[in-house]
T-cell receptor, first 114, second 114 residues
């Protein structure tokens, strides 16, 4: 029962353009959302997070948008750089089940073409 | 500051055996969480330890167990290995158990059960 879904296994974008990665969730108890980036042979690296009391959070080139009514969040990377090529995981947690009990999506492989 | 260190990086075991994986968290981090990553299920939460006590547990059978030592180092044990236990096991540490401190992952231990 996948409670966090990333329906696009892969995405290719030209360098300098915007990358938009999408994530949907089914559990209405989720109140905190995170994005992680993973390079081959390395563990996931935290990118950015957002609380359910917000609908947008920015950190440099990365912006996460949250649409609670649609149970949807997205990660925007502008401008995209070749070094951004990696697998991106969306994750969610609920206060009731613990901040470190993260429910992950299956990932989207982003390829930024120079 | 050194990152999360997991040993060994690779492990091959036979069905029915048991295995112990080790994790050293970032210095000063007291919370350690374990995740299993498989191609079919993605990353799934196993358990979390804080101050030597298991604080949270995912939906895994009792063959999966762990412990945390007074220096915050943690071990994970899987007994009576099954073929389906073949996976990447990721350890993550954080400073606190709240959302202000995101998880920092190690590079994982790749376990293959034959």
């Amino acid at each position: 029962d996948q409670q966090v879904k990333q329906n696009s296994p892969s995405l290719s974008v030209q360098e300098g353009r915007i990358s938009i990665l999408n994530c949907d969730y089914t559990n209405s108890m989720f109140d905190y959302f995170l994005w992680y980036k993973k390079y081959p042979a390395e563990g996931p690296t935290f990118l950015i997070s957002i609380s359910s009391i917000k609908d947008k959070n920015e950190d440099g080139r990365f912006t996460v948008f949250l649409n609670k009514s649609a149970k949807h969040l997205s990660l925007h990377i502008v401008p995209s750089q070749p070094g951004d090529s990696a697998v991106y995981f969306c994750a969610a947690s609920a206060h009731r089940t613990g901040a470190n009990n993260l429910f992950f999506g299956t990932g989207t492989r982003l390829t930024v073409i120079p | 500051k050194a990152g999360v260190t997991q040993t060994p990086r690779y492990l091959i075991k036979t069905r029915g055996q048991q295995v112990t994986l080790s994790c050293s968290p970032i210095s000063g981090h007291r919370s350690v969480s374990w995740y299993q990553q498989t191609p079919g299920q993605g990353l799934q939460f196993l358990f979390e330890y804080f101050s030597e006590t298991q604080r949270n547990k995912g939906n895994f059978p009792g063959r999966f167990s762990g412990r945390q030592f007074s220096n915050s180092r943690s071990e994970m044990n899987v007994s009576t290995l099954e073929l389906g236990d073949s996976a990447l096991y990721l350890c993550a540490s954080s400073n606190h158990r709240d959302r202000s401190s995101p998880l920092h992952f190690g590079n994982g231990t790749r376990l293959t059960v034959t």
